[in-house]
């Protein structure tokens, strides 16, 4: 059984995510493995939170040049939690 903390990889904090906080929906940055189940679980046993809705999302990767090398960035997973009402979950806690 995969820990939680190998589920969650990190939160994904931009303009738009931050936006979506106000309706109870937060991004974060999942392991490619995971399915849904197993991200509610996470997110529900990390911050003691009642996730009602998962989405999952692939977010492509894109070609980048440095140069005469092209190369391209990793394919990641992102998955936007959304929490029951009334709670809500403290990114910016650390900083």
């Known amino acids: ?7 969650i990889i990190r939160p994904i904090v931009t303009e738009a995510s931050t936006d979506q906080m106000a309706l109870n929906k937060y991004t974060f940055e999942v392991s490619p493995r995971a ?4 991200i ?3 997110i529900e046993e990390i911050f003691k939170v ?10 492509p ?3 980048k040049r440095r140069g005469m090398v092209v190369g391209r960035t990793t394919r990641r997973k992102k ?3 959304t929490l029951a009402p009334g709670e809500s979950i403290d990114i910016f806690e650390g900083v």
């Open 35 to 38: 399915n849904k189940v197993e």
């Open 40 to 42: 509610r679980n996470a």
């Open 79 to 81: 998955a936007i939690v």
């Open 61 to 63: 990767s894109k070609e």
């Open 50 to 59: 009642h996730v009602t809705k998962v989405n999952t999302l692939w977010r």
């Open 1 to 7: 059984m995969k820990s939680a903390y190998d589920v």
